[in-house]
């Protein structure tokens, strides 16, 4: 069955540092993948996603992501983290293989805190 | 730019009653879902909607569950006689393509809180 982890429950970085939120995921064909945030009070706003093609993405709010297929691995980066980037960051994964019909498999989340 | 609105934001319910939560996906799209999250667990998949009918559904997704489309815009999650264990986020979403790789759009959630 297909799943995601996210192996940091909680993360805290000063402002200005740069930022790696690991995702795994389980799958046994190239999956489609996602990067969805949360600020307090809000719904899940799509950062950044990856289809085909180029393993690197770039999303919005200055984040990529890479995917690697060797690792089953889709990191999200930023290379300077601003006071407004705290919030939780949910890795999803959509299949549309096996009935899955594009409904998507979320990990559990980071907590991203930042340090003035 | 378009939106996906739930209400309401916060519901607070007896074990055992109805509860409806109200879902306004965004306007031309024609996929809709419900996914949950119990606090500290993982965003979970409950169900999408297509054409007026259940396209998918979870093991989540019992008989206590149901959906519907009133109208051409509201899209709502009825759960019928509710549990403790249902307390959680409820996120609506939307998209405009059943395929794997679209984009869902989410709503802001409505937390349930079953006494």
């Known amino acids: 069955a297909q799943s995601v982890t996210q192996p940091d429950i909680h993360i805290t970085v000063s402002e200005g540092a740069s930022l790696e939120l690991r995702c795994n995921y389980s799958?046994?064909?190239?999956?489609?993948l996602f990067w969805y945030v949360q600020s307090p009070g809000q719904g899940l706003q799509l950062l950044l996603k990856?289809?085909?093609?180029?393993?690197l993405v770039q999303g919005i709010k200055g984040f990529e992501a890479e995917f690697k297929r060797s690792q089953s691995s889709f990191n999200l980066r930023k290379p300077s983290v601003h006071w407004s980037d705290a919030a939780e960051y949910f890795c999803?994964?959509?299949?549309?293989?096996?009935?899955?019909?594009?409904?998507?498999?979320f990990g559990k989340g980071t907590k991203l805190s930042v340090k003035p | 730019e378009p939106e996906v609105t739930q209400t309401p934001s916060h519901q607070v319910t007896q074990m055992g009653q109805e509860v409806i939560l109200r879902c306004v996906p965004i306007?031309?799209?024609?996929?809709f879902y419900w996914y949950r999250q119990i606090l500290g667990q993982k965003v979970e998949f409950l169900v999408s909607?297509?054409?007026?009918?259940?396209?998918?559904k979870s093991e989540i997704f019992d008989d206590q569950f149901s959906v519907e489309r009133p109208d051409g815009s509201n899209f709502t999650l009825k759960i019928r006689s509710t549990k403790l264990e249902d307390s959680a986020m409820y996120f609506c979403?939307?998209?405009?393509?059943?395929?794997?790789?679209?984009?869902?759009?989410f709503g802001p959630g409505t937390r349930l809180l079953v006494l």
């Open positions: 979403a939307s998209s405009d393509s059943l395929a794997g790789g679209e984009t869902q759009y």
């Open positions: 799958y046994g064909a190239t999956p489609y």
């Open positions: 990856y289809f085909s093609g180029d393993t």
């Open positions: 999803a994964v959509a299949t549309n293989y096996g009935g899955s019909q594009g409904n998507l498999i």
């Open positions: 306007s031309n799209h024609l996929y």
């Open positions: 909607f297509y054409n007026n009918e259940i396209s998918e």
